[in-house]
DNA sequence: GCCAACGTTGGC
DNA sequence: GCCAACGTTGGC
């Protein structure tokens, strides 16, 4: 059997946001064996990206959203491609989607792992202040999107800013 | 807590 | 397929 070519494309950049309230950078940190399904996701398109686009291996800036301040918390990789989200099945988890069955699950989910520390915490204000991040999916107007991919540049250019100190 | 900007739902 | 109503996201 031939390993289908898309798993020969190089790895990939994502950002991923969370509340910290609910899963933090430091929650990723302290979880056994330190991944984590991301489940709960229930919007199309960040499902796709998920089920489509990640694989192993791939990037992850670790986003606090709805926080105080919000910004990149740490870097993370998708460690097991997507597999159903199981609590899309269970009546008693609040992401039970009654449209969801065993036999369609509707929801899949990517596992997160391999926490890495950034030196510093890098917050949204000052990720609009520079030029080169101008074009970020996550800077644009009206976005929501949990999950949105991020080009080498960027990914490369937060890393430089979160080692050099402000 | 406010509210703009989205996404989803469901009647027609 | 349209679109109004509703729910959610997430910065501020």
């Known amino acids: 059997m031939q390993k289908p070519l898309i798993d020969y494309l190089p790895s990939r950049f994502w950002l991923m946001k969370t509340e910290p309230d609910v899963f933090s950078f430091s929650d990723l940190e302290q979880r056994l064996g330190q991944c984590e399904q991301w489940d709960g996701v229930r919007n199309y398109q960040a499902r796709n990206f998920m089920m489509q686009e990640m ?9 606090h959203s709805n926080a105080q301040p919000s910004g990149i918390a740490g870097l993370a990789e998708v460690v097991e491609a997507a597999k159903p989200d199981l609590t899309a099945l269970n009546p008693k988890s609040e992401y039970y989607d009654p449209k969801a069955t065993p036999e369609n699950p509707r929801w899949y989910a990517v596992t ?4 890495k520390k950034l030196h510093r915490f890098v917050s949204l204000a000052e990720l609009r202040e520079y030029e080169p991040l101008k074009e970020m999916l996550l800077l644009r107007k009206g976005q929501r999107l949990s999950i949105l991919p991020v080009s080498q540049t960027e990914f490369n250019h937060i890393l430089q800013l979160a080692i050099l100190h402000k």
Do not use: S
Request: glycine letters at 16%.
């Open 55 to 63: 694989k192993v291996g791939d990037k992850i800036l670790f986003y």
């Open 112 to 115: 997160v792992g391999k926490p």
